[in-house]
């Protein structure tokens, strides 16, 4: 009996061993041989077709086909926010993602791009270039008086100090905004990106104008132009350029920069990827953490 009972034992040990040195696509492991101190398939995760996030991100980064054709490596896992996103990497340590720069939590780790941080700064100067535009798009002549002034409010000065603060790139200079007593109703829809500031800048100008109220949805760039274009809604919000077709429509106003900042779990001690890395990742080429030095 004893020596059944010890045989069982040495086994259970020697399993316990060989789980606690085998390699895992979800753990960490500080005698990787790559350079990001995790082994191991990727985990490539993007944003959902529409999104203006995922579109600025392989445009930039050239993650297409001849034809310009977004080309994201299909086993991808796709989320459908930028909150999402963020959880999905933070809960991963193999994975990799993207997000906007005002929306980047301390769950996830930003690494450097080329070698240049991406902050407010770099974005600006356009040392950081995976960097694009916020937009939101209407159909001009047709808006409300008070989504007007809504818009003219994030131009002022006023509004572009929110944009600052909440850690995006103010494009404008304008002057003092003054309330004009508004009311109403505006509806914005589209962009997850977007979304988070217009939320603020809503509150802030409900303040000024506590008659008008301010609905926001969020729904993916496209669906939001495409709301603005059927004028299903005031003010579409997107974090891409529009295309040409689109403009056809829709009038753009550009109100903020932003940067699109390259995430991974913070179990990954990279600190740095180069664009082409980057590409391959996104592309399928690139599959394993081991790979990368």
């Known amino acids: ?23 895992s696509s979800s753990s960490a492991n500080s005698d990787s041989p790559s350079g990001t101190g995790i082994t191991g398939a990727i985990t490539v995760v993007s ?3 529409g999104s203006g996030t995922r579109g600025a991100f392989t445009e930039l980064l050239g993650i297409v086909d001849d034809q310009k054709n977004d080309a994201t490596t299909e086993t991808a896992e796709i989320t459908n926010s930028t909150s999402v996103m963020i959880s999905t990497v933070a809960g991963n340590n193999n994975a990799i993602g993207y997000v906007s720069l005002g929306s980047l939590s301390d769950t996830v780790k930003a690494v450097k791009v080329d070698g240049v941080e991406c902050n407010a700064n770099n974005v600006k100067s356009g040392e950081y270039k995976v ?15 008070a989504a007007q002034d809504l818009i003219d409010y994030i131009m002022s000065s006023d509004g572009q100090a929110i944009v600052e603060k909440e850690g995006y790139i103010p494009i404008a200079s304008g002057s003092e905004y003054k309330s004009k007593n508004l009311d109403g109703k505006i509806t914005v829809a589209g962009s997850t990106s977007v979304a988070p500031l217009m939320n603020v800048i809503a509150d802030e100008y409900k303040k000024l104008n506590p008659n008008v109220s301010i609905e926001i ?16 809604v005031d003010i579409g919000m997107s974090s891409r350029e529009l295309k040409d077709e689109e403009t056809k429509t829709l009038t753009a106003k550009q109100i903020a920069m932003d940067g699109i900042a390259v995430i991974v779990n913070q179990s990954n001690t990279t600190d740095d990827l180069t664009s082409d890395i980057i590409k391959s990742i996104y592309l399928g080429n690139t599959t394993v953490w081991d790979e990368i030095q």
């Open 131 to 145: 960097a694009r535009p916020f937009n939101l798009a209407y159909c001009d002549g047709e808006l409300s008086e």
């Open 1 to 23: 009996m004893k020596k059944l009972i010890c045989t069982v034992m040495a086994g259970a040990m020697l399993a316990l061993s060989f789980a606690g040195c085998g390699s």
């Open 47 to 49: 944003r959902e077709d």
């Open 217 to 232: 949805q969020e729904s993916g760039s496209t669906t939001g132009i495409q709301s603005a274009t059927e004028k299903a």
